[in-house]
T-cell receptor, first 115, second 112 residues
């Protein structure tokens, strides 16, 4: 199984809502990533989890809260978002983030719209 | 400073024609190099990667890329494009840490 799954595919939320994005992989990968991608732009790294511990936070606002309950699951909790947070949120995983030659496998993304 | 550049924002080619997408980087050593493709509204799919050995690498969907150390380049090629190749292509580089640095992307349009 070489797939990263993400749910939901689409999400519309108001600025006062609380929602969560979910990502799952069953490849035995020990590194998982959250990216944000605006239209016509490359993905921007948000968070990296390595062996279930947060290893990189790219100065992301606290209204985004990541969680890694186990080695296969990655969540992104959303609260009090702004309309400019509307984007495609991509999850990825790799064998290990400490070896640069390990490719990242990407999920299909969650299209988030904040009203 | 470490950087990756895709000089072409948009390329249009005819179906059946050959394709070359450019990627250049700035780094003092040989980085780990990747090409990803993204169809509209979808995730990224790895086409190929290079980190050592033969400088001409073969990937999926008939793509290949050549690493040229002297030119700090890793250009993607395909001898004959198909309409289904229309997508956004990202060159991505790992400069020896936990992060991938993406180029700005090249949008490929295929005309019949």
């Amino acid at each position: 199984d070489t797939e990263v799954t993400q749910t939901p595919k689409h999400l519309v939320m108001g600025m006062t809502n609380k929602k969560s994005l979910k990502c799952e992989q069953h490849m035995g990968h020990r590194a998982m990533y959250w990216y944000k991608q605006k239209a016509k732009k490359p993905p921007e790294l948000m968070f990296v989890y390595s062996y279930e511990k947060l290893s990189i936070n790219e100065s992301v606002p606290s209204r985004f809260s990541p969680e890694c309950p186990n080695s296969s699951l990655l969540n992104l909790h959303l609260h009090a978002l702004q309309p400019e947070d509307s984007a495609l949120y991509l999850c990825a995983s790799s064998q290990d983030d400490r070896e640069g030659y390990n490719e990242q496998f990407f999920g299909p993304g969650t299209r988030l719209t904040v009203l | 400073a470490q950087s990756v550049t895709q000089p072409d924002i948009h390329i249009t080619v005819s179906e059946g024609a050959s394709l070359e997408l450019r990627c250049n980087y700035s780094y003092g050593a040989t980085p780990y190099l990747f090409w990803y493709v993204q169809s509209p509204g979808q995730g990224l799919q790895l086409l190929l990667k290079y980190f050592s050995g033969d400088t001409l690498v073969q990937g999926i969907k008939g793509f290949e890329a050549e690493f040229k150390r002297s030119q700090s380049s890793f250009n993607l090629r395909k001898p004959s494009v198909h309409w289904s190749d229309a997508a956004e292509y990202f060159c991505a580089i790992n400069f020896g840490n936990e992060k991938l640095t993406f180029g700005t992307g090249t949008r490929l349009t295929i005309i019949p």
